[in-house]
Each structure stands twice: as structure tokens, then as C-alpha cells.
């Protein structure tokens, strides 16, 4: 049995155990936690470690130089693209496909607000290695997806206050500057807030080819804030094919959220 089998199958059965159990039972539980901890006990079986590590690295160290640095199986080949993008780079969405991109479009999980701080957003040119600022502003900038009708959204996850911009002819647009408090965009051309998704700490986000969308908020009760839960979001239009021609046509306009508490 894989590894990936093996760990499918124990969230599974912590997912089907919370559903089961009583609703006053479910309130008082913190589901995260009890995942997290039985990822923590089975670290070395699972992933080969000993324990999780504690905290990310946040300064650059001085390793070997380039693909140097990476040890991977005899067949497998490294390229260094860029050494030049966020510090606190996250998750990555390539464009415009995945079989042949030419880009890779970067969230930085960073306090976009801070005064001189680096990019939110980044582009970078798997080519040349050329990397681009895109949007500025953004507070915890973790998911990042490609659309089935080809603009790109990211989403904030920064507490009750996150929220999804969608961003349209990605390898346009250069410094647009965002407002985290507001959701106002210097912009809205191009990058725009998507309100009707609501506002939370967004993380893992699917997209169906018709627009409806599943994403997962990171709070949870043991934060002392609302939140917790797994998220839909079915569009008022739903999507039927093909690239958009401006962010108005977009299925993000407008919708309905329903949510699952765990």
C-alpha cells in the first residue's frame, strides 16, 4: 500500500468519525487538530522524519549553489529556473497549461501591507528566468489556481478577512497595487476582488470546469476565532467553455456559498 493510500485513508476515517459522532460532540472537537496530531505521530512512517519541523526557515541560507542543492531519483533531472522570487514564495500555478507552460504565476506568503514589502504576487518566465511583480498588498498570499475559462486567482490567508482576487491576461499585468482592508485594486482592469466568495482564510482551492468552486478555511475553533469549514460556491451563471473576454464575464461575479462545518 502506498504512502499516498495510506494517508487518504486515515483522514478518511478521522473525516468519517467527525461527521458521526453527535453535533455537540463535533462543536466541542477541533478536527484540525486531531488530523494534525495523528500526521505528527506517524511523521517518521509516512514521510521518513523523525518529527515536523517546528517553524519554516524565514532568512535565506547560504547551501550549495542551484539544482546542486537537490538530490532526486538517477532519472530525474533538476533545472534551476530562478533564484530571484520571493523569499516566502508558496504555492505556484503554471501558465497557460500544465502540459507546456511558459510561466509559473507565485503567491508570497508575506505582510503585503508592511512599507517596502516585496511583492504579493509573482510571474516568472520558465525560459529566461525573468521574474515579475504583478500585484502588491496582499496579506498571506497562499492559494493560487488557473481557471477553466483563463484568468488566475489567489487567495489570502489571513484570518476572518481574506479574500480572492481574480486576475485577468496574466502576462499584462505588472505592479498593480490592492488594498487588504478594502479589496480596492489600482486596476480593476485586470485585478479585482471577488466579493461573493466571501471573506476567510482561504486555503486549497478546486475549480470545476463549470465555475463551481470547493476552498477550505484555515481557522479553526482551537484560534479562538469563528471559522473552520469547507466551502462551495456555486455561480448564479454557471460557466459553459471557452476563455472569458473581461473579468465582468467571469462566474466569480456573482454566486451562492454553502459551507460545511467540522
Given at each position: ?6 494517508l ?85 500555478a ?18 503585503g ?27 498571506s ?8 475559462w483563463?484568468?488566475v ?25 490592492v ?10 482592469t ?10 476567510l482564510?482561504?486555503?486549497g ?5 463549470n ?10 475553533p ?7 469549514g469547507?466551502y ?31
Amino acid at each position: 500500500m502506498s504512502v499516498r493510500d495510506l494517508l487518504g485513508k486515515s483522514i478518511f476515517a478521522v473525516a468519517v468519525s467527525a461527521v458521526c459522532v453527535a453535533p455537540a460532540m463535533v462543536a466541542a472537537s477541533d478536527f484540525g487538530k486531531r488530523v494534525e496530531d495523528r500526521l505528527n505521530a506517524r511523521s517518521f512512517k509516512w514521510f521518513g522524519f523523525g518529527s515536523p519541523l517546528q517553524q519554516s526557515a524565514n532568512t535565506p541560507q547560504n547551501m550549495d549553489p542551484g539544482d546542486e542543492a537537490v538530490e532526486v531519483a538517477g532519472k530525474l533531472r533538476v533545472k534551476l529556473v530562478s533564484a530571484e522570487v520571493g523569499v516566502d514564495a508558496d504555492m505556484i500555478a503554471l501558465w497557460p497549461d500544465s502540459e507546456h507552460p511558459t510561466h509559473a504565476i507565485i503567491c508570497n506568503e508575506i505582510d503585503g501591507t508592511e512599507a517596502g514589502a516585496a511583492a504579493s504576487v509573482q510571474r516568472v518566465d520558465l525560459a529566461s528566468g525573468t521574474v515579475s511583480d504583478m500585484v502588491f498588498g496582499l496579506i498571506s498570499c497562499d492559494p493560487v489556481r488557473r481557471t477553466p475559462w483563463g484568468t488566475v486567482i489567489v487567495g489570502e490567508e489571513s484570518g476572518p478577512d481574506g479574500r480572492v482576487y481574480e486576475i485577468f491576461d496574466p502576462l499584462t499585468v505588472t505592479n498593480v497595487q490592492v488594498t487588504h482592508e478594502t479589496g480596492d485594486s489600482s486596476d480593476l482592469t485586470h485585478v479585482v476582488a471577488r466579493t461573493a466568495l466571501g471573506q476567510l482564510s482561504y486555503e486549497g482551492i478546486v475549480i470545476l470546469p463549470n465555475g463551481i468552486t470547493y476552498y477550505g478555511d484555515e481557522l479553526r475553533p482551537s484560534t479562538g476565532k469563528a471559522g473552520g469549514g469547507i466551502y462551495k460556491f456555486v455561480p448564479t451563471t454557471l460557466h459553459d467553455g471557452g476563455p472569458i473576454g473581461n473579468l465582468t464575464e467571469s462566474p466569480y461575479v456573482a454566486g451562492s456559498v454553502y459551507v460545511l462545518r467540522l
